[in-house]
Nanobody
Framework: QVQFVESGGGLVQPGGSLRLSCTAS????????MNWYRQAPGKERELAAF???????HYADSVKGRFTISRDNVKSTVYLQMNNLKPEDTAVYYC????????WGQGTQVTVAS
């Protein structure tokens, strides 16, 4: 079955950086676009970044210029490099496949605070 395992979150000071990883399984990774979503406390889940199967990327305005999404098809892994983090980036981050409506992974918590 399709599974997503996110990692790399943690506590970081404003202006700091983190690199999130998500390893996916249960499908042919290289043929699907992948998303990073995030859900802040008390808010709805929102799309942060997307990468297509051929590497085209899209970012939410709130993270553009600070976050970079990438993928390694050999490792079936998608990454999210997050720089210049702000307190408003605090959220649980999830990866999720395009054209999919099944279960989500457990996510990884990112907390930006001094």
């Amino acid at each position: 079955q399709v599974q997503f395992v996110e990692s790399g979150g943690g506590l970081v000071q404003p202006g700091g950086s983190l690199r999130l990883s998500c390893t996916a399984s249960g499908f042919t990774f290289s043929t699907y676009g992948m998303n990073w979503y995030r859900q802040a406390p008390g808010k709805e889940r929102e799309l942060a970044a997307f990468i297509s199967s051929v590497g085209t990327t899209h970012y939410a305005d709130s993270v553009k210029g600070r976050f970079t999404i990438s993928r390694d098809n050999v490792k079936s892994t998608v990454y999210l490099q997050m720089n210049n983090l702000k307190p408003e980036d605090t959220a649980v981050y999830y990866c999720y496949r395009a054209y999919y409506s099944g279960n989500w992974g457990q996510g990884t918590q990112v907390t930006v605070a001094s």
